[in-house]
């Protein structure tokens, strides 16, 4: 997956937008004529939303380890859909998305109304996209919001927490790095555009699932304070950033390494925001202070699965991709092995892990030589802690010489470096890959996240 593979997605939902802007404008016909170019011009969009509606998810999924399509549709949550008119309540996980595009209504007074419509409804749909490749449903648009959940029946609760937060991570480098950029591309202003999230997750017996309104007028939703506070953080976020409550923090004891407080000013002198903006006080009298951290995009950004080469692109990246050099995880070496995409689901304790960095013959030039490789874990969390393994820990260097230093020829015919791991303290943990040149300088670096019951 590349880059511009990305860009050209983003840009196949921009001109669907704009063939179906020009297609409605030419229903203006007499009576006579009117059903059949309706029917016609129907038919066009249709096929216009099929090329564009998935091409995301076809890219993005695989990524993941996710197969095929998710074609969830709008509306009712598919899982508790029987409640629909009743008045049934079920109590179920779920993590809540909220995003608003920042400063929409600013864009009503810049640009013409039919130009506010196809950039806040690209945006949302690019939006919906992503949250469908990460096994999310869309629940809801509100003008310029939307709201998303996480967390199916029989998915693990720890696996609905890792898409949210992988959604949030991707959402960000797209937006940043693919949608801002097309739509500049097509003459807007950057600093017009962007969106705020805000995430936190509400554990089984927190959530209560029910219907509310009339039986021609109802919607099967969520209650919880969590799903609420969700909407709350994401007004608290800047542009382009994601705010997360401690609900999540805690679920999966999300690493401090991946999230910062918000930084503010406040009397003229800086600050930093630790809790909600707001207290709020339970039935006993209790009055609540809730935690709330912002995503270290930049850090975690850097592992998403996708190739070192297009992360390094991102702005604030620390990997360094190079065409010869690729960097992988597989669960169970010894057994039908199966790639483990960085950071893409949750594995249980005692799982067996293998590394392997392949580094392709030919691809590097023999002034390069000797090459110096390195591994590097990183173990986080409050069980790693207890069991004083939390930290920074190499795990091996190797000397790699050309084939032209051992006498036995011209070229460098590739080498793979393989080391076993397993899975055993819960939360997020880190391996890094770094390559060095003769003189020093890094030629490649990636890293794998594994997350852990």
Request: charged share 25%.
């Amino acid at each position: 997956m590349k880059g511009q593979e990305l860009k050209d997605g983003f840009r196949r939902i921009l001109e669907g937008n704009k063939s179906r802007a020009v297609l409605r404008k030419s229903y203006a016909f007499d009576s006579a004529e009117f059903s059949e170019a309706r029917a016609l011009n129907t038919s066009m969009e249709s096929l216009v939303a099929r090329d564009e509606e998935h091409s995301w998810q076809i890219q993005l999924r695989p990524r993941f380890g996710k197969q095929g399509v998710n074609r969830s549709k709008i509306g009712g949550h598919p899982d508790f859909d029987h409640l629909a008119g009743t008045d049934g309540v079920e109590f179920h996980h779920t993590c809540a998305l909220f995003l608003d595009i920042k400063n929409s209504t600013r864009l009503t007074l810049l640009y013409k109304l039919e130009d506010v419509i196809w950039i806040k409804n690209s945006i949302l749909k690019a939006a919906s996209e992503i949250v469908r490749s990460l096994d999310g449903h869309v629940h809801r648009f509100m003008g310029d919001a939307l709201l998303a959940f996480f967390g199916r029946k029989g998915e693990k609760m720890e696996d609905s927490v890792v898409n949210a937060i992988n959604c949030v991570s991707v959402l960000e480098s797209l937006m940043v790095n693919t949608i801002i950029p097309v739509l500049v591309d097509e003459g807007y202003d950057a600093k017009d555009l962007g969106f705020r999230i805000g995430l936190d997750f509400g554990e089984d017996g927190k959530v209560a699932w029910s219907s509310y309104g009339y039986n021609e007028v109802r919607e099967v939703t969520a209650t919880s304070f969590y799903v609420d506070v969700a909407s709350k953080l994401q007004g608290m976020a800047r542009k382009n950033n994601c705010m997360m409550g401690e609900g999540l923090l805690k679920s999966i004891d999300f690493p401090e390494a991946f999230v910062r407080k918000k930084k503010v000013v406040e009397n003229g002198q800086p600050a930093e925001v630790d809790y909600l903006d707001r207290r709020y006080t339970d039935r006993d009298g209790n009055t609540l202070r809730y935690k709330v951290r912002e995503l270290s995009k930049d850090g975690y950004r850097d592992l998403l699965p996708f190739g070192a080469e297009l992360k390094a692109q991102f702005e604030g990246s620390s990997c360094v991709g190079h065409q010869g050099a690729l960097f992988q995880c597989y669960v169970n070496p010894g057994n039908s092995p199966v790639e483990y995409y960085s950071a893409s689901r949750s594995l249980p304790k005692g799982t067996a892990l293998e590394f392997k960095l392949t580094l392709r013959g030919g691809a590097f030039g023999l002034h390069l030589f000797p090459l110096k490789v390195s591994f590097t874990k990183r173990n986080h969390g409050a069980e790693a802690q207890l069991s004083k393994s939390a930290g920074v820990f190499p795990v091996g260097d190797h000397s790699v010489l050309s084939e032209s230093e051992v006498g036995r020829g011209q070229f460098f015919l590739g080498k793979t470096i393989k080391f076993p791991e397993y899975t055993l303290y819960r939360g997020l943990h880190t391996m890094e890959a770094m390559v060095n040149d003769r003189l020093g300088n890094v030629v490649f670096r990636d890293f794998i996240g594994v997350y852990i019951d």
